[in-house]
């Protein structure tokens, strides 16, 4: 399993092709993210409740990350550029049903076919880079890929914002048709099938699909409803999480018996591989949490819009851009533990420095942290995929990709849950605490209370009872933002120390050379 992947000589269009595949997995990973913006004014059109709105992103999530886990096998059963074409015809004519939706119903059933059709953009997008550029170009190749799976994320509520504001909804998926047609047209014209993949499915693993389809939909279901229901309190949260331990359970013992398994779970006896998809699920927790935590803090404390947060966090995307390419470059001399390295120091120190955040932080002093780990991340996922993946022999780079795509969105899953579960625990944790000091007995609090009401009594012209009762709940207002902000800094501190946990799967790396 140890036996590098290698390619003799580049096509001449390496770069064209890089941009197509790319072009995929980035409005792939995009629509995961630019659909939350909408669903305030999607709540109004189709007359349903915010509760019921949110399966309109779980139904996309559980979808495709169910063709992200089945992409090698689909490739292997039809063609690596068949799938991917059709995948991303499937895409394609998927988001012109989710604008024309006008009901839920209708649109749940768009969103899993375009989930269905982006589950396989993804991994075939890495796999085709990697089978493409040789060896001395593949870190600059996983650096590209970096921009369109690190960066979509930060771009969706921006675009989506721009384009719910200006012209509704239903634009955040037709933009999807323009950037569909041009790949599918480039993916037809630029794509080709390696020798080795030729057809390979002899026997279909039913057993197998079935296990894979009801577990990770479950895990799915979860995850993304697991806070809105109050975790084990809800009984449909138990029952999935019993129905995911089982299934998945049964999944791996069933896949590593039959001869053509769904999934080769076999990948994972490679330590450099396995080792690699733990920090990449590591990254995936960060990734997807960070971009989460920062926009609930934005948008909850700083008061901005969803839009005007994500423009925000762009810096991060911008210092994206400018190290990724450098990141490539140094991977042909610098042993990759210590690049890979370097990326998660600047995460750790970005991080911490997050989490001494206050109410009345502005973007000079968040600056430093939002510049840290956006390069930081640039810095540490190229190479990372690229010395994990080398490590594959050509017929299992497929299979491998699909496996390490699925960590990093388990990992951005839970990234999602930690956050919006710590968000409500750690509030109300340091509610409690700044509550036992603001009693009738504190001087500092009579101090307060009495300061507020002398100004509403003499600038709105309130009686003094009310004045009194409006300044009390002013107080709570103000305890209340502080509880939440210091809820903030313990997550912020907290992702900062899942680097640490990540240090020995590093040193099980094994340098570029």
């Not at 980035?26 to 629509?31: H, L, N, T």
């Not at 390295?341 to 600047?346: P, Y």
């Not at 930690?418 to 504190?442: C, G, K, M, N, W």
């Amino acid at each position: 399993m140890q036996q590098a992947t290698s390619v003799t000589q580049a096509p001449a269009n390496k770069w064209v092709i890089a941009a197509t595949v790319v072009l995929g997995a980035f409005v792939s990973v995009m629509d995961f993210s630019i659909v939350n913006v909408a669903m305030p004014q999607m709540i109004s059109t189709f007359g349903v409740s915010l509760d019921a709105i949110t399966w309109v992103a779980v139904s996309y999530s559980i979808a495709e990350i169910v063709l992200i886990t089945m992409s090698a096998w689909l490739s292997s059963l039809f063609g690596r550029k068949r799938y991917f074409v059709w995948s991303f015809i499937l895409f394609t004519a998927a988001s012109m049903l989710c604008g024309a939706a006008r009901s839920l119903e209708m649109m749940i059933f768009a969103r899993i076919l375009q989930g269905i059709g982006g589950g396989g953009l993804i991994p075939l997008s890495q796999a085709i880079m990697l089978e493409t550029f040789p060896e001395e170009e593949r870190g600059m190749a996983m650096a590209i890929s970096t921009v369109g799976v690190a960066v979509a994320p930060a771009v969706g509520p921006i675009l989506g914002g721009w384009l719910t504001d200006e012209y509704g909804w239903p634009w955040i998926f037709y933009i999807n048709l323009p950037l569909g047609i041009f790949g599918i047209f480039m993916s037809i014209a630029v794509l080709s099938d390696p020798p080795y993949l030729q057809r390979q499915i002899n026997r279909i693993d039913i057993v197998g699909i079935v296990l894979l389809a009801v577990g990770l939909t479950a895990m799915q279901v979860f995850f993304e409803r697991g806070e809105r229901e109050h975790w084990f309190d809800s009984t449909l949260i138990i029952w999935m999480a019993c129905i995911a331990s089982v299934t998945l359970i049964a999944l791996v013992i069933w896949e590593l018996r039959v001869p053509e398994p769904v999934i080769q779970f076999r990948v994972l006896k490679n330590i450099q591989f396995a080792a690699g998809t733990c920090l990449g699920l590591i990254f995936g927790i960060t990734l997807f949490g960070s971009f989460f935590v920062l926009a609930l803090f934005l948008q909850r404390l700083q008061g901005l819009s969803v839009m005007d947060s994500g423009i925000f966090q762009s810096p991060r995307m911008l210092i994206m851009l400018i190290v990724t390419p450098i990141a490539g470059r140094l991977y042909n001399y610098v042993d990759s533990r210590l690049l890979i390295g370097l990326g998660l120091t600047l995460m750790i120190i970005g991080y911490l420095d997050m989490s001494s955040f206050t109410l009345e932080v502005g973007l000079p002093q968040m600056l430093p942290s939002f510049l840290l780990t956006g390069a930081g991340m640039s810095i540490m996922f190229g190479p990372l995929s690229a010395v994990v993946m080398r490590t594959m022999p050509l017929t299992m780079i497929t299979a491998a990709s699909s496996l390490y795509t699925l960590g990093r969105r388990i990992g951005g899953n839970m990234g999602y849950a930690f956050v919006a579960s710590q968000v409500e625990t750690r509030s109300a944790f340091h509610r409690a605490r700044l509550v036992d000091h603001v009693t009738p007995y504190d001087v500092s609090t009579h101090q307060a209370i009495d300061g507020l009401t002398g100004r509403l009594a003499s600038s709105s012209g309130l009686p003094p009872g009310v004045a009194e009762d409006s300044a009390i709940k002013l107080l709570d207002v103000t305890v209340n933002r502080h509880a939440s902000m210091l809820a903030y800094n313990d997550i912020f501190w907290l992702m900062g120390m899942m680097f640490i946990i990540g240090i020995p799967f590093l040193l099980l790396l094994g340098n570029r050379r």
